[in-house]
């Protein structure tokens, strides 16, 4: 997303409306789980509670949003899971909080269609030809954090504001917070075949860094961003470097 005319503001949306685990701690368990599932076994990992409900709260995930009849990228929603800044205020403390949320701008065309049978890339194929014919359109919807009106339901009285921010596993209630449509992105393609024109090459050198595209005012928030960014930044040195 450009800012401001030629800044880069990145944002890193999923499938699913939240993360798997609430912060880095259960992240790190989740990944011993990982490790022991390759029989990189330690004794302790076991005695670990935590690592057992960081498993289960995945596996639920996993049962509840993993899907094999996507039809296409420009028909699903996608979440920020975590919160982002929006403005600073001038002690640095964000001026609002809010989560985003991208979904298709006319919601009759999602549909469900096995993928047995189709090719392994056949998604990437359908973006690429809905894009150069102009058919993709969604709507960016931002969601406000709101204290007060979280604690005028009396049912989250005495949780703090850091305490939402920094849980990237729960979601916020859209009943009581919901989603604004604030902006509406579309691609007007150029009738060219992605697949083969010079902007996939660029779009190739390209990468996504919620840590250097980012501006102050609208960083992503809490302890799962945190360490994503760096995450992020590491896996886009090494694979720049590894192309040039």
């Not at 921010?165 to 060219?192: M, Q, R």
């Not at 190739?204 to 980012?214: G, N, R």
């Amino acid at each position: 997303v450009a800012v401001n005319g030629d800044a880069l503001q990145d944002y890193m949306f999923n499938s699913s409306p939240m993360f798997a685990v609430r912060n880095i701690v259960e992240f790190t368990e989740l990944m011993k789980a990982a490790r022991l599932a390759q029989k990189d076994f330690d004794f302790d990992y076991v005695l670990n509670p935590l690592l057992i409900k960081s498993v289960v709260r995945a596996v639920n995930l996993l049962k509840e949003f993993e899907r094999n009849d996507t039809v296409s990228y420009a028909v699903e929603s996608y979440w920020s899971n975590v919160p982002y800044s929006h403005g600073l205020k001038a002690d640095g403390s964000p001026r609002e909080i809010v989560k985003l949320k991208v979904s298709p701008c006319d919601p009759s065309s999602l549909k469900r269609e096995a993928s047995t049978g189709k090719a392994p890339d056949y998604l990437q194929k359908d973006i690429d030809q809905r894009a150069a014919r102009g058919q993709v359109c969604m709507l960016l919807s931002a969601q406000l954090f709101d204290q007060k009106k979280i604690e005028g339901t009396g049912l989250h009285t005495g949780r703090k504001t850091s305490e939402w921010i920094e849980n990237g596993g729960e979601l916020w209630d859209e009943n009581i917070l919901p989603f604004i449509p604030i902006a509406k992105l579309t691609i007007t393609g150029d009738g060219a075949d992605a697949t083969t024109s010079s902007k996939r090459i660029s779009c190739d050198t390209f990468a996504i860094s919620t840590l250097i595209h980012s501006q102050r005012g609208h960083q992503p928030l809490g302890s799962l961003a945190r360490v994503r960014s760096i995450v992020e930044e590491n896996s886009r040195a090494r694979r720049m470097s590894e192309k040039n």
